[in-house]
């Protein structure tokens, strides 16, 4: 196979991840563009981009599967401490030990990395290629996405708000984050019935449309970060340090998930399925969800660094639970 192939197979392959660096770049190169105000409309263009990523989220989720393991309580509880409250005390623990060396903007931003709910899709993918139990991935990854609605607010408001000053009031916040998140996804769960087999058929369209909301979302706000001047002060060695740290982080939470996983699992493949429901951070509701949350803030809190380490953990995220999945395999 020539290079030339390599590469195009490389980008069919991780289009989204390319997609996102592309939006880096364009940024850099354009940045009047997306900029508030600019030609894009990013004020109006980002909230609408948000509303359709959750209704195709909802269309995307089949409801009778989602029920078929309410019941696993224990499982589903330690999923939720493990994202909302391990993944917070873990991180704030290593900022106090090596906080000094990150660049105080994007400080908040492995903050907001930690109050995020679990990502669904890869998630659910990842459980099921592994032999874990989907069912249970899927109610639990889809709980947490709606509590996050409500508690990664919460956390940024007291987390990322008193020491950065100009955070809104959380109310508010939350009433927006449910007009443009949780409303949108109840509204794709209420049309489903009725468009159900058009819906299990555009999967992949589904994909792509959102893949694409949220490229958008990062170039606006990397378009309002480098038009603000803040990229000047990082510098690249802050690149550098953001994806080592992120990088230990995720090893340490992941290592810390399975290890305790048999408190909330009553087999292996609930084990499976809770290192990848407790573990994982979701890109595709962090990206909308920062558009929200930090759209008003001033002071030191800049959207396109609050969403660095975000964009750092996917892939790494991803690769990992690659090589998990390859290990669970031939265990079995």
């Known amino acids: 196979m020539s290079i030339n192939s390599k590469v195009v197979q490389f980008i069919k392959s991780q289009g989204f991840l390319v997609g996102l660096f592309g939006a880096v770049v364009a940024a850099l190169i354009v940045p009047q563009l997306g900029e508030r105000g600019g030609p894009l409309k990013p004020e109006i263009t980002t909230k609408l981009a948000v509303i359709l990523t959750f209704v195709i989220q909802g269309l995307s989720l089949p409801t009778r599967q989602i029920l078929k393991s309410a019941m696993k309580f224990r499982l589903h509880a330690y999923c939720q401490i493990s994202a909302f409250a391990v993944a917070p005390l873990l991180m704030l623990g290593t900022l106090f030990l090596v906080g000094d060396w990150i660049h105080e903007s994007i400080r908040y931003g492995f903050i907001y990395l930690a109050v995020l709910p679990t990502t669904i899709s890869s998630a659910i993918v990842m459980t099921t290629n592994a032999n874990g139990d989907s069912s249970s991935a899927l109610f639990s ?55 159900r087999e058009w819906a299990q058929s555009s999967k992949k369209l589904f994909k792509r449309l959102s893949n694409g909301f949220i490229v958008f979302i990062v170039f606006a706000a990397f378009c309002n970060s480098v038009q603000s001047g803040v990229w000047q002060s990082v510098g690249f060695l802050a690149l550098i340090k ?33 290192l990848f429901c407790g573990s994982q951070k979701t ?46 395999n031939k265990q079995r």
Do not use: D
Request: charged share 5%; hydrophobic share 55%; net charge positive.
């Open 242 to 274: 953001t994806f080592l740290l992120v990088s230990a982080f995720l090893g340490l939470f992941s290592v810390l998930v399975w290890s305790a996983s048999p408190i909330g699992a009553s087999n292996y493949s609930e084990r499976i399925t809770i």
């Open 283 to 328: 890109l595709a509701a962090g990206v909308p969800m920062a558009a929200v949350i930090f759209a008003e803030t001033s002071g030191n809190v800049n959207p396109g660094l609050i969403i660095l380490p975000i964009m750092c953990y996917h892939p790494m995220q991803l690769f990992l639970a690659g090589y998990l999945v390859g290990r669970f």
């Open 141 to 195: 990854t889809t709980l947490s996405n709606i509590l996050g609605i409500f508690i990664t607010p919460l956390f940024c408001a007291q987390l990322i708000g008193t020491t950065s000053g100009g955070f809104p009031p959380v109310g508010p916040l939350i009433s927006k984050l449910s007009i443009l998140i949780l409303l949108p996804l109840i509204a794709g769960q209420l049309i489903r019935p009725f468009v």
